[in-house]
Structures are given as structure tokens and as C-alpha cells.
């Protein structure tokens, strides 16, 4: 039996530089692994079988089912696999859980079918699945590029606690391609911001809370009117600055004092909020 993790991941900095042929968007964004993870348990079997002991999760419409058919399809193998997936990372919330369970299961596949694949490859595999997948073979703080896909580790963000509110929003399938194709030209930025986090990460030095910068603020507001209201609940909760992670809808807020973080977490879940409590994470081994 194989167990692998997958941490989520939150933007301490995202910005949107263009709109690009192929019907992509040129990003520039200081990504950041989160210990709030899934968990995935891979065993040998003559099919495959793909499940998950949230609701409404549909193996069918999960990369993890994805990845299985594009190994398959690129070695020809035809082993199957009893995968069962414990989910803690909220699905489509803009903490890339779905793209971080589609990097576990390259990885778990691979090792479980002998493949044989390297990490090279598997992350070639993984731009394919998702722009946000390569990020989950390197974790830690990156600098992700291109469509997101292109990564720079960076020296790690400073050991944080991180206070995510998964807002009670609807959120409908394809609510990322939505965000992106809301984006307006005034929206978009040279990345240049994010190009000095990064300099101002490898070079040791505070990073200034104006610099955490989400090109999809605007279009967040836009798409969810009660966006600004979940905000202010979790300013009235203690929290001074609350950033929105990739496309949204959720917020978190960064705390040295672990008794802080704990305080606005709980404030949070008293007003019947869903929210986690979670620790920057570093790169993966
Ligand atoms: C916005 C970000 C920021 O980290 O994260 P999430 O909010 O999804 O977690 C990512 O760019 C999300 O990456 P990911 O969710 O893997 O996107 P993909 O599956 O590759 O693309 C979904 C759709 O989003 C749009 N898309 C995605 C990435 C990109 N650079 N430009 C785009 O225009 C495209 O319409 C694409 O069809
Ligand atoms: N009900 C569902 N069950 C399984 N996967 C889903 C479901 N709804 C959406 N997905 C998948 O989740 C991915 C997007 O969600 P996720 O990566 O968790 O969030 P985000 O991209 O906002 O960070 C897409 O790949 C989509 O196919």
C-alpha cells in the first residue's frame, strides 16, 4: 500500500501580464504549499477504482481519474489500481486541491505501476493535466510563470500560520476559466511586483503586505457580490489583512503567533463560517 499527501497551496502574490494565443493567461505568482492536505492511498488491483469519502465528489470529473488514462495512454500499461482519496482541502476554492491530488497521482501511479518516469517527465505530464500541477512536484515557495507551469523555486516565504475562510459561495465547475475570461485589460499588470517578492524573498529581506497582490480581486467582486461581506467577517473576526487565494473564493490571512491565528480561526467558525487552520509548508523532498 502507498500513502502520498497533497498539500493545497495559496498566491501570496498573482498577477495576470496578458492574454496569450493558445486562450491561456501569462501569470506571474509567488505560490506558496500549505500543510492542509489530501490524502491519497494507492493499492494494486486488476481495475481501477478511484474514490473519495467527500461528497459530491465525482471520481469522473477529478484529474486523479485523468492521470490514470494519460499514463495508460503514454506507456500502454494496463495495471489497474483501488485508489481512495481523503478529502480536507475544499474542491474548487482556489487552493488547488483537485491539481494537487492530480501530482499525487502521477507520482503514485508511476511508483505503483514501476514506470519508471522521472520527475522531469511526470511534471511534463502534469502541464498537460493542469497549470497548476507542476507546482506540486516542487511545494514549498515558487515563483510559477507562463501559464503557471514554468516554476523557480524560491527561498521559503518565513514559517507562517495561514487562516483560510472557504466562504459558503456558489461555486459552479469551470469557475477558474470563468475568473480568467472576466479579467479586463486595466486588469492586467507587467509583473513586476511579483519579480520584486521574489527578490525581496531570495535576499532575506520583510516582504510589505501591499505587495500581496491578486489580479482576480476585481473580478471576485464581480462574480460573487458577497465577497466584500465574507471579507469584512473575517476583518470583524481579528484578521488586519485578508488576501484572496488564485482565482478564489477563498480568503486567508497570515500570523507569526500561532494563538492568533487559533483566536480569528475560531471567531470564524462561531459565526458558523467554515475555516482551517494551517502552517506554510516547505519544499517537497
Ligand atoms: C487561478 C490559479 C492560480 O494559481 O489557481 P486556482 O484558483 O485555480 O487554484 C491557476 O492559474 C489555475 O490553474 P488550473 O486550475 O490548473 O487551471 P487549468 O486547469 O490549467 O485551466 C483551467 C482554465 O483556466 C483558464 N486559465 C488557466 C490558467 C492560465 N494561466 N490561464 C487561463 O486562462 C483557461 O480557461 C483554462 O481552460
Ligand atoms: N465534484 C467534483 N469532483 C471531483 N473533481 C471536481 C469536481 N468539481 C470540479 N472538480 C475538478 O476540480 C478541479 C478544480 O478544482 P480545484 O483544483 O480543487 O480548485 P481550484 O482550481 O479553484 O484551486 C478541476 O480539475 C475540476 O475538474
Known sequence: ???LLAPAKINLCLEVTGRRSDGYHEIKSIIQAIDLADELVFEPADTLSISADAPGWRAERSLVSKAARMLQERTGTSFGARVRLTKRIPLVSGLGGDSSD??????????????????????????????DVPFFFCGGTALAEGRGELLAPLRPYPGSWVVILMPPLRVE?????????????????????????????????AVPPEMFHNTFERAAFELWPDFGRYRWRFIEAGA???????????????HADYSEAERIA?????????SFLARTAGHLE
Do not use: C
Open 102 to 131: 492530480g501530482a499525487a497521482a502521477l507520482k503514485g501511479f508511476n511508483r505503483l505501476w514501476h514506470l519508471g518516469l522521472s520527475e522531469a517527465e511526470l511534471m511534463e505530464i502534469g502541464a498537460a493535466l493542469g497549470s
Open 173 to 205: 465547475g469551470g469557475k477558474t476559466a470563468r475568473l480568467y475570461a472576466s479579467l479586463r485589460p486595466e486588469d492586467f499588470s507587467d509583473g513586476s511586483l511579483t519579480e520584486e517578492f521574489a527578490r525581496l524573498l531570495m535576499e532575506g529581506s
Open 1 to 3: 500500500m502507498l500513502k
Open 240 to 254: 488586519t489583512r485578508v488576501f484572496l487565494s488564485g482565482a478564489g473564493p477563498s480568503l486567508f490571512s497570515l
Open 266 to 274: 475560531a471567531n470564524l467558525e462561531e459565526q458558523g463560517l467554515k
